[in-house]
């Protein structure tokens, strides 16, 4: 058996040019071992904040429509978790790869705030 003190380790430096979803093998070879690494790497854009604001008349609905673009190479499943009163939105959208779908974000007030 391999102690801790029995292991190697190996720096690998990756930079990818946009997000996505990158593999790579890795192949490591002696004269009695041959051995091969599948390595998958995803990168996710840069995450970047927003703020909607929404300035309608008291008991009257406004809906804003939040573009999501899928650049990735696979098709994306979102599920929608929101948080406060009187916002609401589907709670499943799908992206297709190379498209964008529009989340319909509804705010209906119940009062004067």
Same mark, same amino acid.
């Given at each position: 058996?391999?102690?801790?003190?029995?292991?190697?380790?190996?720096? #690998?430096?990756?930079?990818?040019?946009?997000?996505? =979803?990158?593999?790579?093998? #890795?192949?490591?070879?002696?004269? =009695?071992?041959?051995?091969?690494?599948?390595?998958? =790497?995803?990168?996710?854009?840069?995450?970047?904040?927003?703020?909607?604001?929404?300035?309608?008349?008291?008991?009257?609905?406004?809906?804003?429509?939040?573009?999501?673009?899928?650049?990735?190479?696979?098709?994306?499943?979102?599920?929608?978790?929101?948080?406060?009163?009187?916002?609401?939105?589907?709670?499943? #959208?799908?992206?297709?790869?190379?498209?964008?779908?529009?989340?319909?974000?509804?705010?209906?007030?119940?009062?004067?705030?």
């Amino acid at each position: 058996l391999l102690g801790a003190s029995d292991t190697v380790e190996f720096p #690998i430096k990756f930079t990818p040019k946009s997000a996505g =979803c990158y593999h790579c093998q #890795i192949r490591l070879k002696s004269s =009695c071992d041959i051995r091969v690494y599948e390595i998958e =790497c995803v990168v996710n854009a840069e995450q970047a904040d927003a703020q909607l604001e929404f300035v309608t008349p008291a008991y009257q609905t406004v809906t804003q429509e939040i573009p999501i673009s899928n650049i990735s190479s696979e098709d994306w499943r979102f599920e929608a978790v929101l948080e406060g009163q009187c916002f609401h939105g589907p709670p499943v #959208i799908n992206v297709p790869v190379g498209g964008t779908v529009p989340y319909p974000l509804t705010f209906t007030p119940v009062a004067e705030c």
